[in-house]
C-alpha cells in the first residue's frame, strides 16, 4: 500500500508540473498569438427589447491557433486569467474594440461595443490608463465602449475595482456587471458599485418557459430599476423567452434566437450596411 501510495504521489507530481508547464505554454504562446495576429474577435447582437432594433454588441474572444485549430474562450480564458497573460488579451482587446467603433462612428452608425475584462484588469491602473490614452487617440465617443465584468471580480479586491470603474465611468465608458445573479450577490454591494448595466445570466433565462425563472428575472428588473440600472438577459434562445423578458420589462436581449457570435465582417454586413 505504500508503494501504491509513492508511486501515484509521484504521478501526482508528474500530473502538476504537466500542467504548470501546460499554462505557462499557454501564457507564453498567447502573447506570440497577439503578435501573430491570431486572435479575433466574434461579435453577437444586443438588442432593444421594445423595438427589436440592434442597438450593440458583445465582443467574444476567439483564437485561430496555428496547430490547435479554432478555439474559443473555454480552451485558455482560465489559464489567461491566471496567469498575466489576461493582461495582454485586454491590451489588444482595447485598441480593437476602439478601432471597430472608430470606424462604425466614421460610418455614421452609433452602436456600443462590450468587452469582457478580468479581476486582474482592475487590479491596478494599467486598463485605465490604456483605455485614457486610446481615448485620446482615437476620439471616439466613450459611451459606445462597455465593459463587462463579473461581480466576484469587482468584490474580491473591492477598493481597487471600484476606485478604477469609477474613474471610467467619469470618463464616459460603460460598465456592466455579467452573469448577474450566480455570484455571492451582493444586495450590500449593489448601491456601490460603479455600473450601469445588469446581465442576467443565461441560467435563470433558461428557466423562464418551466416558470422557474421568472421570479429571480423580475426581481432583478426591480432591483435594478431601484438603483437605475439597464437591465439586460443573456441566452435568449426561444421566442417564449423574449416574449415573457418583455413583460417583465427588461430592457435588452442577447442570444442564439437573435444571433450566434459571428465574425466582425459578417457583424458589418449584416447590421451596419444601410439596408437594402
Ligand atoms: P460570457 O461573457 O458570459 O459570454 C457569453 C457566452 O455565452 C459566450 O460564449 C456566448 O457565445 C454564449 N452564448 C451567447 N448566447 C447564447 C445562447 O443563447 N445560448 C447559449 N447556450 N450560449 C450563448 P463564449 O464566446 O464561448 O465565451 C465564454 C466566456 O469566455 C464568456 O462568457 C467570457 O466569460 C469569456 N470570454 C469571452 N471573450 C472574452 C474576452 O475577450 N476576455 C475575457 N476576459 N473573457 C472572455
Ligand atoms: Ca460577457
Ligand atoms: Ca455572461
Ligand atoms: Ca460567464
Not at 163 to 183: P, Q, W, Y
Not at 241 to 258: A, S, T
Request: proline fraction near 3%; glycine fraction near 6%; aromatic fraction near 8%.
Amino acid at each position: 500500500a505504500k508503494q501504491a501510495g509513492g508511486a501515484s504521489l509521484a504521478f501526482f507530481t508528474q500530473d502538476i508540473l504537466v500542467e504548470a508547464s501546460s499554462r505557462l505554454t499557454i501564457a507564453a504562446e498567447l502573447k506570440r498569438a497577439i503578435v501573430d495576429n491570431e486572435l479575433e474577435l466574434y461579435l453577437q447582437p444586443q438588442l432593444d427589447s421594445a423595438s427589436g432594433e440592434v442597438v450593440g454588441a458583445e465582443a467574444l474572444l476567439r483564437w485561430n491557433h496555428p496547430v490547435k485549430g479554432f478555439l474559443t474562450p473555454a480552451a485558455f480564458i482560465d489559464v489567461a486569467e491566471q496567469t498575466r497573460a489576461i493582461r495582454l488579451v485586454t491590451g489588444w482587446l482595447v485598441k480593437e474594440s476602439f478601432g471597430i467603433i472608430k470606424r462604425w462612428e466614421q460610418a455614421g452608425r452609433d452602436l456600443f461595443l462590450s468587452f469582457n475584462i478580468s479581476a486582474l484588469d482592475l487590479a491596478d491602473n494599467e486598463l485605465l490608463l490604456r483605455m485614457t490614452e486610446e481615448l485620446e487617440h482615437q476620439q471616439i465617443k466613450p459611451a459606445n465602449i462597455e465593459l463587462e465584468i463579473v461581480e466576484s471580480a469587482i468584490i474580491e479586491n473591492f477598493q481597487s475595482a471600484s476606485a478604477i470603474l469609477s474613474k471610467l465611468r467619469e470618463l464616459g465608458f460603460h460598465v456592466a456587471i455579467d452573469d448577474f445573479g450566480t455570484g455571492y450577490s451582493s444586495l450590500a454591494y449593489l448601491d456601490k458599485l460603479p455600473v450601469d448595466k445588469l446581465k442576467i445570466d443565461r441560467e435563470f433565462t433558461s428557466k423562464l418557459e418551466l416558470g422557474e425563472g421568472a421570479g429571480i428575472v423580475k426581481s432583478i428588473v426591480d432591483l435594478a430599476s431601484n438603483f437605475d440600472l439597464r437591465v439586460l438577459a443573456e441566452g435568449v434562445e426561444t421566442l417564449e423567452q423574449e416574449q415573457l423578458l418583455k413583460q417583465l420589462g427588461c430592457h435588452r436581449v442577447q442570444g442564439f434566437y437573435y444571433s450566434k457570435p459571428i465574425p466582425l465582417a459578417e457583424f458589418e454586413q449584416k447590421y451596419l450596411l444601410p439596408q437594402a
